[in-house]
Each structure stands twice: as structure tokens, then as C-alpha cells.
């Protein structure tokens, strides 16, 4: 029978078998106690099955408090399978199954879902990134770098002209995407619908003139109903992309989005810090844009190099590769590098991920350049072009005065790498 | 102008001070840098406001690892505030503003969301729960103690024939509520219509025979079309009661289940662990249900005394308070006891809640009754009647038998008290 297996990382002050079991057994045809029903022929059916202990440190205070007077706790990878036939296709019970009550139960001090390795049985039911990495490629007419974006900013206040009047200079300049804040939804001072028609004719605009199709993640997180409206009014005039808070608005109704179809989708992960940034707790990244992608996102926020946040360069690599992962039928995401950005971190970023698949955005990167918004996407595309080709950035910037205006801006190059 | 607030455990090895105006700075006007848009105006009208800050401890060991050199960690209570404009009615909005980013901000090596408080300008823009206790209870014509209700063990595996035979037996035995486990949803061994249909059968024949209508919780979590479905599927067989499994499915698209309207909806909060155990990141229970209840969910699960898992009493003793509380123009919820619940906690959950508004269910703590199940439900019924008259478990089991059996089975009251 086909099995779908995860990973974790867990922490307990029983033995790693008996705790293995007991998380097994939780997750499948056990309870606290023996019940009648619970017969031979259904555990050997539907039980959970431990396939892999590999023990690692011992150590002798716990890592989340727990009702124990253990003064042991070990730790290991631990890997359990599951009969595809307990969850069929669905999409939020596999969660259920993976993760549920595994973070409640108190023989571990420590569990964290590490990845998943779902059968292709399971994920052909799911149609996966409609657009991914090509499709946006292909909608945004850039090839052979980066797609460089922004953030509006301020994140939030601004009115639907001022933002139209920002999104002219920032098309002029060159950029290639753009996108609403994470804060910036349908507010009484910037509606959803005013928002999108005055960007829309601006930017529709610049693509007659210019014939560049630039990009506009407008961000229409909301309620079901009214995001299904978003998207209708999206396509009205004339977008191509919607961001969605997926945290915010979850698994199901971003997925009702992304089958909608008719928009590239942009992943906000913002709340993603209180789900990984407890070592001992929550989930890795690479089981995050599993889900993220079986239910049809296109991009995914992956902070970036020397970024603004806690997150280490190696975990943003990680995720970086993540998203680029095989996974049967479902294409790759298009891993959006932010935070703290401004083209300075684009050697590192390069060297490190070998790739130029990316979405990379900077905000402040881009607005707080000293002569202009024109000049930071110059900047930035300026930095990629140095990187990729392998010239040091103070190099380049001896005859790229755009870029040597980033680097007086922000500081030296060697401190992003 | 009208504001909503949320309050904040932090740790920091900056100020106090300081780091609260980088929590209000990034979830309103601000970025890492200045940028031109951001006028004295738009950031008098929009940004973050600091509360209160409250000084807690100092210690030398950051909670949660951070890129920092730092050797003193400040923690401490905060308030912030924002204009409700920012937001406006935008149920994951106000989730992207009070969380999102905040829990990557490097300033911090600890922030958890305590509480919640909102205006009625923004409640009132929702139903919140429909039935609630008041509806549970009108249903099913259940007063004056708590709703007895079970899960079907084991969890995955029965067929519906298999689960429709065992709903006899608890219906014959006087149950008020029963409920899929978590872990079963939509299986090719059970498909959901098919249960519903079989379920329903017998609950029907029950209240035609006996008047008395046992609610069943059908677990509908799948992707959103499919749970559309499974409502009008329960409804067409005169099923009253849906569960969700609200993490996995997400606010949105449970909102939407909600709004639907004609189903009692049971929150499984399956996966809450991640999002609360690890002390120094994530949420308390009084924002997060605050967040349900707004999305219109009419029950929710706060584990039980003595329960199975790692919570303790004093947190379920304030979940089950976060449920009863008042929020402007939305119902309380019935709040779920639930997790290794045998009957022998009933003494010591009243003594500490004072109410029997409270659905209390016991899946092997009913199935594994010596006697049966049958048994298992007098025993339940029993040991609340003894709980609410102030008789001592043991003495009421001297002329109570199906108690006793209770009793000798899972042990002295006294463990659970």
C-alpha cells in the first residue's frame, strides 16, 4: 500500500522507541487507552509506522517545559510513514496528520516537522504552481536575471493616487514587479477597487507605451468572498498577480484563490517567525513550502542575505533550494528574496544560490536611494549584472554612479557577504 | 479616531523603549530605513502607537537563539495601539498587523500575542458565534449540566458501518454529542457521504424513537469546494453539527463554513501546540480564540483538567474563562473539554470554573469503560451529577455502579484533582 512519510526532530525524556511509538500511535489508530474497536486487522491497516530512529544529543534540561521530573531528555530524527489510504487527498488533513495534536503531547520537550515525502500518487491530485518561476518569467518578459521588485512604502497611508504616482516612477525606472505592503489590505482610505484601477492605468499605460508588462502583487487578503471579488476585480483591469497573507488567510481559502487560476499568486508568509523560530518547536521551511505549493502559491517569501530579520544566510539558502526542489509533478516556486535588501546583498546571494530564479525585492533598498527611486532599481539591477558577470561591486561601480550611490547609501559591499 | 490594541510579552537586549517603537515601526508606517513617502501626516494618522510598557525580568540567556552579542535581556508586558483604519474590517488584516513580521524582528528574542482588544466598531462587523452555548444547548435539549459527549475510537479505520453501529450504542446509552476523530476526514475506507448517511440513519431513527436529538460533529476539513459540499451533504441528511479542524483549514474558508450558517461549528484546534508551547514565542489562548470567535466558530476545544497532553490546569481553567468572556456583540463559545477526560476531572473542573457550560468529552474514557460503552456515558453523567451537588466522587459511586467501574478502571479520584 503507498505511505506518506515526515520527518522531525524530537526531544523526550523516554526512550527514542517508546517515544517514537507513542507520537506514531497518536497520529493514527491509538488512544490514551486500548479501546474494543482498535482490532489487528485495522492497526495493521491504518497504524503509523516508526521507519527511522537516529539518535542524537542527550542532554539534561528540557528544551520546552514540561510536567517531568526527568532529569534525561534525548534527542533524534525520527522518521514515521502513514498509509495514503488515512488522509485520501485531502489537503488539510494531511496536515492534521503530520503535525495535529503531535505538539501537544508530553513525552517530547521538543518536536519539529522537519519534511515531508509525500508519493506522487498524492500530489498529482494537485495541480501545484499554475506559474511559478516560468509563468512569471514569461508574464513579466524578463529572462537571464532576476526579477527585480518592490515594496510600497509607507506600508500603510497612502492614497490609491499617491501609490499610482509612486508605481509611475518606479515603471519608468525600470522595475519589474511591485507590490502592496503586507499591512496594506482594502482599508477606508486606499479601497481594494480604487487601488487596483488607478495602479492598473498606470501601468497598463506604461505597457503600451513601452510594451513592459510590469507586475503588481496587489495584496487581497481578506474574507473568502471578498477575495474571490479582488480577483475578479484584479483581472478587470487588466493585472496579473495577487498577494495573499497565506498564514492570515490559510490553506483552503488560498487554495480556492490560487484554482481560481487566472492569477499569478504571490505567498506572504509574514507570521511564518512564530511557526520556525523556536528551535525546538514548529516546522522547517522545507515542509512549509511543501504545503505552500501543493496548494497552488507561485512565490514564496524567503527573507534573503544579510536580511533585517533573525533568520541566518544559511536557513535562507536552504529555503532558497527548498522552493527550486523536484516534487513529482509540481513545479518549482519562485523564491522571493526581501527584507533589508539593496542590491548589495546580490553577490552573496548569487555565489551562495547559483541561481538568478528569483523575485528580489527591496523597499527602503529602493526608496531611500539619495537621488531617487529611478536610481535605486538602477542600482539594484546594476548590482546583478556585477554579480552574475563576477566583478566585484566597487569595481563596477567606479562607472555605475547609481550603484556607487547605493553603496555611500548603505554602507560597504564586504559587510553583506 | 477609533483604535484597536494588542498586549505582548517581549524579551529584547535593546531598551524596553526601544524595542517597542520598532514593534510599532514595522507593523505600521515604518521600514529599516526612512523613506520620502512617510510624512509627519501619514504617520500621524497611521502608525503604531506604544501603550504601556511594564517592566518584567532581566536575565543574561535569551529565550529564543538571536544574532545579537548582547548579555541582558529585558522582558516586559507591552500595549500597542493602532487606528482601526489601517485595517478597516479585514479579519486577516488585523492577523497580518498584530503578528506577521513581528515574530522575525531580530530586536527581539522573545514576543508572544496575549491579548486582544477591540473596539465594537470592529466586532460588531461580524456574527460571531451563531448558536454558541446558547444553540448547542437548544439543540440538543440539554440544560443544566455540561453536553457528554465522545470521540469515535479508534480514530481511523472503522467503516461507516462499522462507526454507524457504534453511534447506536452511544445514542441508546444517553450521549448528548459525538464527534469523528481528527485524523478521520474524507478516507476511502469511510467516505464522508457515506458516513454522514449512515450516521444520520440511525441518530434520526433515535430522535424519532426517543425525541432526543444526539448531535454528531461531522469532521468536513478538505479543501473548500469539498467542505461546501460536506455541508449541504450533512444538512440534506438532517445533521446539525460540522468540525473543523481550524488550523489546517485557516481562517478564511472556516469563516466562510461559518457564514454558511445552517451548522453548529466545532473547532478542533489540532496544531495549537506549535502556535502556544514554546513560552517565549507565538500566542496565548485569549487572542486566539478571540480570533475564531470572530470568524463565527460556535465551539472550541482548551484540552481538560488533568489531561493527557502538557497543558496544566491553570491554563485550561483560564482557556475555558477566554471562552465565557465578553466581547462587545459576540456569543461566548462553548468551550470543548476535552483530552484523557474520564469523568473522575468533572469534581475538580467545577470546583475551578464554577459552570457546567461545557461540552465534556471523553473518547476512551467512555469506549474503555469495563462495562462498555453504555456504561462509559452513565459513568460520565454520574460523576458530573456528584461534581455539581459537592458529593465525593467515592461516595457517590457507592450506589452507582457504572461510576465505580469508572473508578477502578482509571483510578482514584484524588489524581485528578
Chains 1, 2 share one sequence.
Not at 84 to 101: D, M, R
Not at 382 to 398: H, I, M, T
Request: net charge neutral.
Amino acid at each position: 500500500m503507498t505511505r506518506f512519510s515526515a520527518t522531525y526532530w524530537i526531544e523526550t525524556p523516554d526512550s527514542l522507541e517508546k517515544a517514537a511509538q507513542t507520537l506514531a500511535a497518536e497520529q493514527s489508530s491509538g488512544t490514551f487507552v486500548a479501546v474494543p474497536g482498535e482490532t489487528d486487522e485495522l492497526k495493521q491497516r491504518h497504524a503509523a509506522r516508526v521507519e527511522k530512529i537516529e539518535p542524537l544529543d542527550v542532554i539534561t534540561t528540557p528544551s520546552i517545559p514540561a510536567p517531568t521530573t526527568a532529569t534525561l531528555f534525548r534527542q533524534a530524527r525520527v522518521t514515521v510513514s502513514w498509509p495514503l489510504e488515512n488522509i485520501g487527498t485531502n489537503l488539510p488533513a494531511l496536515v492534521s496528520t503530520v503535525q495535529g495534536n503531535l505538539y501537544e503531547i508530553r513525552a517530547f520537550t521538543g518536536l519539529r516537522l522537519l519534511s515531508l515525502d509525500l508519493p506522487a500518487e498524492f500530489t498529482n491530485h494537485f495541480r501545484g504552481p499554475k506559474f511559478g518561476i516560468e509563468g512569471t518569467r514569461e508574464r513579466a518578459g524578463v529572462n537571464g536575471r532576476p526579477l527585480i521588485g518592490t515594496i510600497i512604502k509607507p506600508s500603510v497611508g497612502l492614497t490609491p493616487t499617491q501609490t499610482a504616482k509612486m508605481v509611475e516612477v518606479l515603471a519608468d525606472a525600470g522595475i519589474d514587479f511591485i507590490k502592496d505592503d503586507e499591512l496594506m489590505a482594502n482599508p477606508p482610505h486606499s479601497p481594494f477597487e480604487q487601488r487596483v484601477k488607478s495602479i492598473m492605468a498606470v501601468l497598463n499605460r506604461h505597457a503600451d507605451k513601452t510594451g513592459k508588462r510590469v507586475l503588481y502583487a496587489f495584496n487581497l487578503t481578506a474574507e473568502l468572498d471578498a477575495m474571490k471579488q479582488n480577483c475578479e476585480t484584479i483581472l478587470a483591469h487588466g493585472g496579473t498577480c495577487a498577494m495573499v497573507s497565506i498564514n492570515a488567510v490559510g490553506l483552503a481559502a488560498t487554495k480556492a484563490i490560487c484554482d481560481r487560476g487566472g492569477l499569478i499568486v504571490h505567498g506572504h508568509r509574514n507570521g511564518w517567525g512564530m511557526l520556525t523560530r523556536a528551535p525546538a518547536l514548529g516546522m522547517e521551511f522545507a515542509a512549509y513550502q511543501a504545503l505552500w505549493r501543493l496548494a497552488g502559491i507561485d512565490q514564496l517569501h524567503v527573507n534573503g542575505i544579510a536580511n533585517k530579520f533573525w533568520e541566518s544566510d544559511d536557513s535562507v539558502v536552504a529555503s532558497i533550494a527548498a522552493c527550486r526542489a523536484p516534487m513529482h509533478n509540481l513545479a518549482p516556486l519562485l523564491p522571493v528574496v526581501s527584507s533589508g535588501q539593496t542590491g548589495l546583498q546580490a553577490p552573496e546571494t548569487f555565489r551562495r544560490t547559483q541561481t538568478t530564479d528569483l523575485l528580489y525585492l527591496a523597499g527602503g533598498g529602493i526608496a531611500a536611494h539619495p537621488s531617487g527611486a529611478r536610481a535605486g532599481v538602477i542600482a539594484l539591477r546594476q548590482a546583478w549584472e556585477a554579480a552574475v558577470n563576477g566583478v566585484p561591486l566597487d569595481e563596477f561601480a567606479r562607472t555605475h554612479i547609481e550603484l556607487r550611490e547605493q553603496i555611500e547609501k548603505f554602507g560597504k559591499p564586504e559587510k553583506y557577504a
